[in-house]
């Protein structure tokens, strides 16, 4: 894996990790505990991938950092499972990454992401409002832009259009947020992850398959003719976002937010800030594995955007973060690491 630094090394609190066992979730965890810090970890462990992946997360974690990593394996979506088992533990800040993801996956198994992205951010915002914490960082999603064919992507954007329900339910978990940091006053901030990829990615997502079929000589299946263009960004740029985040809670101040707020609550774009077409991509899988792939060219599929780019103006600005890991270094990266986790 790649690595960059963490930043400053804050004191020894507890912050809990919604998603531990996720790819994203496990990065960001790490990333704490390596600074120092003490993590909670939650997770349902689903059969959405594998489970395998989720509990090798795990197992990194602990075989990494031992005591200061704790984890439970709960249902975020069920309130009265996650306040027992966090009965006697302080959290002092969350950060929740725990979601069903997937746009593809919605069309077919809505109720899923009403019980975790819906009901499951709620249960969150509420346990943030009980324990008093000192601030909640949650994951949003690119796919709140729908169809919106400005580019780049800004956060002040409208995103009255979601193209899926994945979207529809990214955009109603920011407009809970504003309303808990509106009544209650809760320190908020809410990143909208442009397309994440890198070591212990998730195996759902294009890189993932690419990779895998191309090293076992099977076709992959392009959607978009090829010409989708994403703006993918690699994992270690995404912690260090997340990391800048949860280091600088919005102020309770009056002021403007990105997002548009005035309540202490502020909505950022991560991505790289490039906009990469998806055979571009391809092209440094195949290089990278060392043979061609069989491409099969396929139509759009239902609920995916032609194309995502992310303005990181605001964040850039305010948090002082700027992506490093261009996908010539990244996507390599990946596959070498790939390779290593299989064992071809």
């Known amino acids: 894996m790649i690595t960059q630094g963490a930043g400053t090394t804050r004191g020894a609190g507890t912050t809990l990790v919604t998603g531990a066992a996720g790819f994203i979730g496990m990065a960001v965890a790490d990333a704490l505990?390596?600074?120092?810090?003490?993590?909670?970890?939650?997770?349902?462990?689903?059969?959405?991938?594998?489970?395998?992946?989720?509990?090798?997360?795990?197992?990194?974690?602990?075989?990494?950092?031992?005591?200061?990593?704790?984890?439970?394996?709960?249902?975020?979506?069920?309130?009265?499972?996650?306040?027992?088992?966090?009965?006697?533990?302080?959290?002092?800040?969350?950060?929740?990454?725990?979601?069903?993801?997937?746009?593809?996956?919605?069309?077919e198994h809505p109720h899923a992401y009403v019980h975790a992205n819906l009901t499951g951010h709620l249960n969150l915002l509420e346990l943030a409002r009980r324990r008093q914490v000192r601030h909640l960082v949650y994951a949003s999603s690119s796919s709140v832009y729908g169809g919106n064919d400005t580019l780049p992507f800004r956060v002040e954007d409208r995103c009255d259009h979601p193209v899926s329900l994945y979207a529809a339910t990214k955009r109603a978990d920011e407009l809970m947020s504003e309303t808990y940091a509106h009544l209650y006053r809760l320190p908020q901030t809410g990143l909208r992850l442009f397309t994440v990829y890198g070591p212990w990615g998730r195996p759902d997502m294009a890189m993932w398959l690419f990779t895998d079929a191309i090293l076992a000589g099977r076709a992959i299946k392009v959607f978009g003719d090829g010409q989708m263009q994403r703006d993918f960004t690699y994992i270690d740029d995404i912690v260090a976002g997340v990391i800048a985040a949860h280091d600088h809670p919005p102020g309770d101040d009056g002021a403007l937010k990105p997002g548009g707020s005035r309540s202490p609550h502020a909505l950022y774009n991560i991505g790289n800030n490039r906009a990469e077409e998806l055979g571009r991509m391809i092209d440094l899988i195949e290089a990278a594995c060392g043979r061609r792939a069989i491409r099969e060219l396929q139509p759009m599929q239902p609920g995916d955007v032609r194309a995502t780019y992310a303005d990181i103006s605001a964040i850039q600005r305010d948090l002082g973060f700027t992506p490093t890991i261009p996908i010539e270094r990244g996507v390599p990266a990946f596959v070498a690491w790939f390779r290593q986790y299989h064992g071809v």
């Open 33 to 107: 505990l390596a600074r120092g810090e003490h993590v909670v970890g939650v997770d349902v462990l689903n059969d959405y991938y594998d489970p395998r992946l989720k509990h090798d997360r795990l197992a990194h974690l602990a075989g990494r950092h031992g005591g200061r990593f704790t984890f439970h394996r709960v249902d975020f979506g069920d309130m009265l499972a996650l306040e027992t088992a966090l009965a006697d533990i302080a959290i002092e800040r969350i950060i929740h990454l725990g979601a069903q993801a997937g746009v593809r996956y919605s069309l």
